[in-house]
Structures are given as structure tokens and as C-alpha cells.
């Protein structure tokens, strides 16, 4: 299994401001995914972050909206950029489960509850 | 395109009673299907997986689920359920596409 945690668990911003979510994994894993979870809404992939090159974004979301860092194999970055309400959401990193490969059971972070007033 | 159907957005049960949550799915070929379980406050934990043969599949803290190719669904069942089982539960194909859940309730 992995232990993955998240800073900060909860924060509450200003309109317009930026904030950056950070996901610590116990292992060293190739992938990383970030999710958005709406409010009484299911997860939604926003990217998949691989070490040593560009995440790769979801329909939907992009770049310069939610940039994403990845400068080790247990670390990554995501910054939600020019807040507006509608991000006001919960957001969660996830590994896949190292002793099967890329694409199987994924191991969630606590999430972060963001509130954007 | 995989999509996931997650029927009830919410359900209540009595402490002790037999529970069902439904899932169907959308999917070209025989999928990988997951269920999660997210507690208050917490991230995601696997409950299950079925990636091939026995369509019947047991997970841990009690639930088991059956695949159902004819019907394309991959319901999680519980013959008796604990107040610690309410929280929100997720369907999963191919690891990255999620249902939009069910909210358990259990009453006394």
C-alpha cells in the first residue's frame, strides 16, 4: 500500500487569489493523478502527473488554470490559479497501487477542502 | 466512451439489515471495476476489485459485489450492515472514471 498526505486539508480563499495543494506519497511511484470533487459530485480526473515531463490535463482543464509540479517521484504540486467560487471544491492526489503497475487500484490522499469566497 | 451509473444518490438503512448499492457501467470490453468506500473527512479506500474470473468478488470489511456482464452492473452487497458503514460510496471502471456516488445513512 501507500500513505499519501495532503497540505493544507482545509484552506478558505479570496476570489482571484492562488493556492497551491501539496501531495507527499511514502513511495516512489511513476503517476500521480489530481481529482476535483464538486460538492455532492463524483471525482473528476483533472490530470495525470508523470516525474521528468508535462502533466497531462483532463477535457476540461488546463494548464494555466491548474499547473501542475512533479520534481520527484514522491512529490507533486497542484496550484489552483485565479480562484472563483465555482473551485470551491475538494481536491485529491492518488497513486496507483505500487506492486501492480500504472493503471490499477489507486491509494487516495485525505483531500483538500477548498472554499473560495 | 466508459461512463459509470451510480442509480441512488442516497440511501438509508437500519442498522443490521442487508444492503445493495447499485452500479452499471459503460464499456467497450470486460472492464476493470472498483468500488470505493469515503469516509467523513477521509480519502478514498478500496473496498473491492474484479478484473476477471469469479464474477462474485469479496472486499474487505464484509461487502462482496458481483459482476454481472448481461446486465452490466457491479452492484455491493452486505448481508449486515454496522453504523461505522455510513459514508459515501463510489463505483469505479478502468480505474479512472467514477460514478457520482451513493450516501449511506444507517439508523438505529
Known amino acids: 500500500s501507500a500513505v499519501i498526505s495532503q497540505k493544507p486539508s482545509r484552506d478558505i480563499c479570496q476570489r482571484g487569489t492562488s493556492l497551491t495543494i501539496q501531495c507527499q506519497v511514502d513511495s516512489q511511484v511513476t503517476m500521480m493523478f489530481w481529482y476535483r470533487q464538486q460538492p455532492g459530485q463524483s471525482l473528476t480526473l483533472i490530470a495525470t502527473a508523470n516525474q521528468g515531463s508535462e502533466a497531462t490535463y483532463e477535457s476540461g482543464f488546463v494548464i494555466d488554470k491548474f499547473p501542475i509540479s512533479r520534481p520527484n517521484l514522491t512529490f507533486s504540486t497542484l496550484t489552483v490559479s485565479n480562484m472563483s467560487p465555482e473551485d470551491s471544491s475538494i481536491y485529491l492526489c492518488s497513486v496507483p497501487s505500487p506492486s501492480s503497475g500504472a493503471y490499477n487500484e489507486q491509494f487516495f490522499g485525505p483531500g483538500t477542502r477548498l472554499t473560495v469566497l | ?108
Open chain 2, 1 to 108: 466512451a466508459q461512463s459509470v451509473t451510480q442509480p441512488d444518490i442516497h440511501i438509508t438503512v437500519s442498522e443490521g439489515a442487508s444492503l445493495e448499492l447499485r452500479c452499471n457501467y459503460s464499456y467497450g470490453a470486460t472492464p476493470y471495476l472498483f468500488w470505493y468506500v469515503q469516509s467523513p473527512g477521509q480519502g478514498l479506500q478500496l473496498l473491492l476489485k474484479y478484473f476477471s474470473g469469479d464474477t462474485l468478488v469479496q472486499g474487505i470489511k464484509g461487502f462482496e459485489a458481483e459482476f454481472k456482464r448481461s446486465q452490466s452492473s457491479f452492484n455491493l452487497r452486505k448481508p449486515s450492515v454496522h453504523w461505522s458503514d455510513a459514508a459515501e460510496y463510489f463505483c469505479a471502471v478502468e480505474v479512472l472514471t467514477f460514478g457520482t456516488g451513493t450516501r449511506l445513512t444507517i439508523i438505529p
